[in-house]
């Protein structure tokens, strides 16, 4: 079993910018990798970004691409996405989820944490 922590959700103005943090605990962090997805208010959870077990590949969906960085940290057993130039349409859940298959796919992703909310002024 992972379990997983997100924190660094909150509210924020359009043009503004967030940290989320992912904290793990359980089997060996740095085996898995790591998903940022988002789930809006009457739409289905997709897919942000992703972050290889080494940290080496990175991938991003379109509509993050250039504005969110994804890192991570395995001595601290943490994942992170920074979040910059944020959009009302960035307002969402934010999940972090741990896989042992690379892929963008939530099917994919065996452990989840509950989620921060974000919330993007206009």
């Known amino acids: 079993q992972v379990q997983l922590v997100e924190s660094g959700g909150g509210l924020v103005q359009a043009g503004g910018s967030l940290r989320l943090s992912c904290a793990a605990s359980?089997?060996?962090?740095?085996?898995?990798?790591m998903g940022w997805f988002r789930q809006a208010p009457g739409k289905e959870r997709e897919f942000v970004a992703r972050i290889s077990a080494s940290g080496v590949s990175i991938g991003y969906a379109d509509s993050v691409k250039g504005r969110f960085t994804t890192t991570r940290e395995n001595s601290k057993n943490a994942v992170y996405l920074q979040m910059n130039s944020l959009k009302p349409e960035d307002t969402a859940v934010y999940y972090c989820?741990?896989?042992?298959?690379?892929?963008?796919?939530?099917?994919?992703?065996?452990?989840w944490g509950q989620g921060t909310q974000v919330t993007v002024s206009s």
């Open positions: 989820a741990a896989a042992t298959r690379w892929s963008s796919r939530l099917t994919e992703y065996d452990y």
């Open positions: 359980g089997r060996t962090f740095s085996n898995y990798h």
